[in-house]
């Protein structure tokens, strides 16, 4: 025995764990490396048996395999979460209608927690009356197969952990089936439909997404809810699933692909969504309304449309809950709902422009080419030019009063979910939000652009109240300003602060927007006073509206590497114990991802191949704690 593999592949791994170290790894591992001088070839045998990690999120407990397999992002529980409890009060909505009373954990009673407590106990009594005062008499409970209930597709479904979670936690349904185009995948998804009991709501399947939902796009096939949470973007699969939504079905859509759709590539956005993104300070809220433009214009191929309850920017991705219908003559007012929108390159005003004209004559409706432009060649406060984007979606991003409902179920209830906190923060904003102003401005891109000092964000707020003006922050972006007011006012307000707020001009360029807007008088007198009404109960209750960085290194993941070749290095192989001479054992203490753990597998190996004159390694891994230690195992062992 001259030499120990396991001595020679220290550095690599050891950098590579301190990097990265999210995820406990709770089970042994025990790897011999064989190497047979003549051959050079190197034999892996795995000694006891590799056991799957269990995450626990929501009431389900999922299985994953330790090589990087799978999909899955822990930093997605809000998006799951949220998803749990918009079905809920989508299934509570529809099934009330067909006579059934679903019964959600947790919920004694209907609680109507609300911003404005007195308005929306008033909203539930009118509510109750609306629904004649009774409740149905049939009940539906979590984890139990309504025979009456929502059909669920989970189109792109990985671990199934989602489904696993429909079917756990929400309350009258007749079927989840849990799709994804991964055997590995499917093949965990039907474990993890069996280790937590769900077999028998849960259907597993295997096939790509969109034939799937070409498939069931029939009348009588259709799904009453469809979710689609792809890697990126999920433009390939919105024109089956506009198609496969039953009549008034929910559609659940997740986009991660924020760089081309928050304007870092307008066309690329444009190819997959048919509306140019452009990089402005609204770009998150744009983003919303380039999946919804495009969802209604493909449902609308088909005489169909959306009606969106609710629309959020979250983190790293978008979410949207839309409900899609069928309407011949609805479609006809498809594009006097969506907009062109130029924006100033100089100061970042901007202006929408319907795609089309709709106007009333009694019960008729007259539909005619839009006019416009809304902007002359050069901006009319700082003299620089245009960008064009969209067209997006302009008419609300949100059902308030859905969403009102969803909230008052969350925070009647918060112990339901890891996130209810955030729900309640994040919802609140939403229904403060001013449905009818898309898109906003930001106070400090408005300060930044004619060099001030920024007022506060109650300031501002209570001056445009105080012109007569309608305000709101948005759920979007920390320092939103949403309002009526047109660019004109808001320009005015920014003299006029600037005033008690001189800045050099003599250090502006002639040329510049800050000069070009400090050169015109306001023709209005702005107040600052703050009043009252300026600031939003979801500001004044400190909600959670804005999460802090959840973890290390978090945000999109990576695919999951499919068929990962790690897995071929797996195999047992019969040990002949005579040739096994002293071997080195180490033990290390670490934390790791299980996206690395793979990648260090395989490096290991690489490593070993190089290396010539080894005979036999062995490495021992397991967990916890302490990943620091590490470092300390390897280089003591090198020592010694
Ligand atoms: C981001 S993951 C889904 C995560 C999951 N919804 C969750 O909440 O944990 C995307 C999944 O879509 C699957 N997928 C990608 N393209 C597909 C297609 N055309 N048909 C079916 N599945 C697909 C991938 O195998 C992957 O498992
Ligand atoms: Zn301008």
Not at 100 to 114: D, N
Request: with cysteine; net charge positive.
């Amino acid at each position: 025995m001259r030499s120990f593999v396991v001595c020679k592949l220290h550095f690599w791994p050891v950098c590579h764990f301190k990097q990265q170290n999210s995820m406990q790894v709770t089970d042994i591992y025990v790897f011999f490396f064989l190497r047979n001088k003549n051959t050079k070839m190197l034999c892996l045998a795995q000694c006891g048996s590799i056991h799957d990690t269990v995450v626990r999120e929501g009431k389900a407990s999922i299985l994953f395999p330790s090589a990087n397999e799978v999909f899955y992002n822990p930093v997605q529980e809000f998006n799951r979460d949220l998803t749990c409890a918009v079905i809920t009060e989508f299934a509570r909505d529809q099934l009330a209608q067909r006579g059934l009373k679903v019964l959600v954990p947790g919920e004694t009673e209907r609680v109507v927690v609300s911003l404005a407590e007195e308005k929306n106990e008033a909203d539930a009594q009118t509510e109750e009356k609306k629904n004649g005062g009774e409740e149905p008499a049939v009940t539906t409970t979590v984890g139990e197969k309504c025979e009456n209930g929502l059909r669920v597709l989970e189109a792109l479904a990985a671990s199934g952990l989602r489904s696993v979670r429909f079917a756990l936690e929400v309350p009258g349904l007749q079927s989840i089936t849990a799709n994804d185009f991964s055997t590995q995948a499917a093949a965990l998804i039907s474990r993890n439909a069996q280790y937590n009991e769900v077999s028998h709501l849960l259907q597993v399947s295997c096939r790509d997404a969109s034939m799937l939902m070409y498939e069931m796009r029939g009348k009588k096939n259709r799904y009453d809810v469809i979710d689609l949470d792809p890697y990126g973007s999920p433009a390939p699969f919105l024109d089956a699933a506009v198609q496969a939504i039953s009549e008034g079905g929910l559609l659940c859509i997740t986009c991660t692909d924020m760089a081309v759709m928050a304007g870092n590539s307008g066309e690329t956005c444009y190819s997959k969504y048919g509306s140019v993104s452009i990089k402005a300070r609204y770009c998150h809220e744009m983003a919303l309304r380039i999946i919804l433009h495009s969802l209604d214009q493909r449902a609308a191929v088909y005489q169909r449309y959306i009606q969106p309850l609710l629309s959020v920017s979250v983190d790293f991705y978008i979410r949207v809950f839309v409900r899609v219908f069928t309407g011949q003559a609805v479609v006809k007012n498809s594009a006097s709902k969506q907009a062109l929108v130029y924006n100033c390159v100089g100061c970042g005003s901007f202006h929408l422009q319907r795609m089309g004209k709709r106007t009333a004559h009694g019960k008729q409706m007259k539909y005619s080419a839009a006019t416009g432009p809304p902007v002359g060649p050069e901006c009319e406060h700082c003299g620089q030019r245009h960008q064009l984007g969209g067209p997006i979606w302009a008419e609300p991003l949100h059902d308030t009063a859905f969403v009102q409902r969803v909230l008052s179920a969350v925070s009647g209830n918060p112990s339901r979910f890891g996130t209810s906190k955030r729900i309640e923060g994040v919802l609140s904003m939403v229904t403060e939000e001013l449905e009818d102003a898309p898109l906003y401005y930001t106070v400090d891109n408005l300060s930044s652009t004619i060099h001030c000092n920024t007022p506060q964000l109650l300031q501002f707020r209570s001056a445009l109240l105080h012109a007569g003006h309608r305000v709101s922050l948005s759920h979007a972006c920390k320092n939103a300003i949403k309002t009526d007011a047109p660019p004109s006012v808001i320009w005015d307000i920014m003299r006029c602060w600037e005033k008690a707020n001189p800045v050099k001009r003599e250090k502006l360029s002639e040329t510049s927007p800050a000069f070009k807007i400090l050169s015109t008088e306001p023709s209005l007198q702005a107040c600052f006073t703050v009043r009252e009404d300026a600031n939003p109960q979801s500001r004044k209750r400190h909600l959670t509206r804005f999460q802090e960085n959840p973890q290390a290194f978090w945000g999109p993941k990576a695919r999951a590497k499919a068929g990962s070749k790690h897995q071929t290095f797996l195999r047992p192989l019969n040990l002949n114990w005579d040739h096994v001479m002293f071997p080195l054992f180490i033990s290390a203490d670490i934390r790791f991802k299980k996206t690395t753990f793979g990648s260090f597998i395989h490096s290991f190996f690489s490593f070993s191949s190089a290396l010539t004159g080894c005979n036999l390694g062995i490495l021992v891994l397991y967990s916890p704690p302490k990943s620091d230690r590490l470092g300390n195992f390897f280089s003591r062992s090198v020592s010694e």
